[in-house]
């Protein structure tokens, strides 16, 4: 156990839907990560947050976004949903930046049917 | 830009032989970092190792070997008289900063 959670485990929906993800960081670390993890384009760095600020960007889709809380939980939000947003997203976290090691949760696979 | 390559897409050994992931990486920055992660069945991605540029030395824990080469950008990663357990999939990954750059992974069959 890694020490980070992510809910929910499994997400079903339909093309056009909305979908938010949520991610607890583990204690005391300030940076959260997402990534996504799909069969075509493998595992893909989307966006970073460090206590409450965005730090870096990947090829995240507008139609996608995110924020880190006060309490330093992350939320990803997936909007427009289309077919080829199915795939494994994973948050990961990390004490601080510049290259401590991250630590991955268990992902939410979404299925966009 | 930063690039790992992991060219080996599945490797298939029978239980108790040893095995050798190739991890070849292309980056400008003097200050980098390697990583490890094992992806089980399961699915989660399970921390390994984590190397810093600066810093060559081979490491061993258990069953498991890290070769750190600079000259030759490669950080390749051993299994031992491997077992059925160890059967996952393998990601070499890279960052200078923050986000993790990923190689393909390698799929590793391991049969009893």
């Known amino acids: 156990d890694s020490g980070v959670t992510q809910t929910p485990k499994h997400l079903i929906t339909a093309t056009g839907q909305r979908v938010t993800l949520r991610c607890s960081p583990r204690?005391?670390?300030?940076?959260v990560y997402w990534y996504q993890q799909s069969l075509d384009q493998g595992l893909q760095f989307l966006i970073q947050?460090?206590?409450?600020?965005?730090?870096a960007k990947g090829n995240i889709l507008e139609r996608f976004s995110a924020q880190q809380f006060p309490d330093l939980h992350s939320e990803l939000n997936l909007s427009s949903l289309e077919l080829g947003d199915s795939a494994l997203y994973f948050c990961?976290?990390?004490?601080?930046?510049?290259?401590?090691?991250?630590?991955f949760g268990p992902g939410t696979r979404l299925t966009v049917l | 830009a930063q690039k790992v390559t992991q060219a080996q897409t599945e490797i298939s050994v029978v239980e108790k032989e040893d095995v050798t992931l190739d991890c070849v990486y292309e980056t400008r920055d003097t200050t980098y970092y390697l990583f490890w992660y094992k992806q089980p069945p399961s699915g989660e991605l399970v921390f390994l190792i984590r190397r810093n540029s600066f810093d060559e030395q081979n490491e061993i824990s258990g069953r498991y070997s890290w070769n750190f080469q600079k000259s030759t950008s490669s950080f390749n990663f051993t299994i031992t008289a491997s077992q059925v357990v160890d059967s996952a999939v393998y990601f070499c990954?890279?960052?200078?900063?923050?986000?993790?750059?990923f190689g393909a992974g390698t799929i590793l069959r391991v049969k009893s």
């Open positions: 204690s005391g670390d300030l940076s």
């Open positions: 990961a976290s990390s004490p601080r930046v510049g290259g401590d090691t991250q630590y």
């Open positions: 990954a890279l960052t200078n900063r923050d986000k993790l750059v």
């Open positions: 947050y460090y206590n409450g600020e965005e730090r």
